[in-house]
């Protein structure tokens, strides 16, 4: 088959690769011309795509900017970003450029895949009509379906080929065609019977993500009150073989999907009458987080008689979360903004992101990172960051992780 992928990040270059993979022609559109340029080059900027493996593939995966490429695919399937805008409601300017630009190209019999995480209705009342300038008829003369990507960026355990595929077609045509299309790169497919039903599965993990991960930050902060260990409190309660599921606490949500997606239900559910009070609250309490862990590493330092303004703080681990360079939304930049605006010195170490140009910094090695440095906190631990090093070099430790938890020491502070 020969197949577009619209949108070449982290949700669509992996889609590429294992497309191409599978022994098909891959067309990927993408409006940013580095990436493009990139993908040519057999260069990834994918961190879940080593770039042996994208260059492996040689012209199998053709990267272009002109939508015009797309001609002759037999499915094209859409994964541009679905951001917030700066007021938090649905941004879907990409998808409405994406949209429109390929209802300009597209062809009768074609297949059309929405993947991006999005809110029930997106496909049927945003994306169709903007497909049905054409002059085609969905579900007549072409095929639409909404399939939500689940990659989580680092994880190597689940894979896209084991990792079940939800699919909803516009009618049930279209759901077959969709899921001959996954077969090729999916051992199991879960067909569902509407476009919403799928979209809306994908938003309920993450708002089940999210609101979990708020209600065990709540109680890492009724803990510091309380001056009890929220680690061992949550590795004790985890032993219960059933009805328990594990989430640990953290300095704050990241990323593209948890700080976002719960957002775009809560607006479409606004149209309803209907206050989606779990998802606020969560958001509330997942947005104090950074706040709380300024707090903590200033609290820190005053036992130690010193005060944020002057201080050195070295932060260990800048991206939202560990084995990954993505600094969306991470929580590590607003702890940095707030105690810089509190008069400390900023240093950091990361292997992951070599510089932070909004904060005018580069990462510094590990050593000479915690040299000089009055606090070291851990606020993303990397699986090669030396827990043993950063414990014997530093005069005081902040750990938003939990990797220091079973250690007692004077100069060791745990979320
Ligand atoms: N990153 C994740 O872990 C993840 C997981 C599950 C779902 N998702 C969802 O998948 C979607 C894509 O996320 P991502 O992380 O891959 O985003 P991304 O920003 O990494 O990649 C999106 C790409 O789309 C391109 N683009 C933007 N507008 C375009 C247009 N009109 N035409 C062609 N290309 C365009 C951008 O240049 C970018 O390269 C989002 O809806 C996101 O919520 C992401």
């Not at 516009?170 to 476009?195: F, N, Q």
């Not at 609250?281 to 987080?289: D, F, H, I, K, Y």
Request: aromatic fraction near 6%; charge should be negative.
């Amino acid at each position: 088959m020969r197949i577009g992928i619209i949108g070449l990040g982290y949700v669509g270059l992996p889609l590429a690769v294992a497309f191409a993979e599978a022994g098909h022609e891959v067309v990927g559109v993408d409006t940013d011309g580095r990436k493009v340029a990139a993908v040519g080059n057999g260069e990834s900027y994918v961190e879940d795509v080593p770039s042996e493996r994208l260059s492996a593939l040689g012209d199998r995966i053709v990267a272009t900017t002109r939508y015009a490429d797309l001609a002759g695919v037999e499915a094209a399937i859409i994964a541009v970003p679905t951001p917030l805008s700066p007021n938090r409601e649905p941004d879907l300017g990409p998808l409405v450029g994406a949209g429109t630009a390929l209802a300009g190209v597209l062809q009768r019999g074609q297949l059309v895949v929405l993947e991006s995480t999005t809110y029930p209705g997106t496909t049927r009342e945003r994306l169709l009509p903007l497909l049905e300038e054409s002059g085609l008829a969905a579900g007549r003369d072409f095929n639409l379906a909404f399939s939500p990507e689940r990659v989580d960026p680092g994880r190597t355990d689940h894979t896209m080929r084991t990792t079940p595929k939800v699919l909803g077609g516009l009618t049930p045509a279209c759901l077959e065609r969709a899921t001959a299309l996954y077969s090729e790169v999916c051992d199991h497919l879960v067909p569902v019977s509407t476009p919403e039903v799928a979209e809306l599965s994908k938003l309920l993990e993450n708002v089940f993500r999210s609101v979990n991960i708020a209600m065990v930050n709540e109680l890492a902060m009724l803990c510091d009150r309380m001056d009890i260990d929220i680690w061992e409190v949550v590795d004790a309660a985890a032993t219960k073989p059933y009805g328990f599921m594990r989430f640990d606490p953290g300095p704050g949500l990241g990323g593209h999907c948890l700080p976002v997606d719960p957002f775009y239900l809560a607006w479409k559910a606004r149209e309803y009458d209907v206050p989606t009070e779990f998802i606020e609250l969560a958001g509330e309490v997942n947005q104090a987080m950074p706040y709380f862990c300024a707090d903590k590493v200033s609290r820190a330092l005053n036992e130690h008689s010193k005060a944020v303004r002057g201080s050195t703080v070295t932060v260990l681990g800048v991206s939202y979360k560990a084995g990954v360079g993505d600094l969306r939304e991470s929580p590590a930049l607003k702890i940095m903004r707030l105690l810089r605006q509190r008069g400390a010195e900023l240093v950091y170490h990361d292997e992951h992101v070599p510089e932070l140009p909004e904060l005018s910094l580069h990462s510094a090695p590990l050593e000479a990172a915690l040299q000089g440095a009055d606090v070291a906190v851990i606020v993303t631990a990397h699986p090669e960051l030396d827990v043993d090093l950063v414990v014997a070099s530093a005069p005081l430790v902040v750990d938003f992780r939990g990797v220091t938890r079973g250690r007692r020491a004077e100069h060791l502070v745990r979320l």
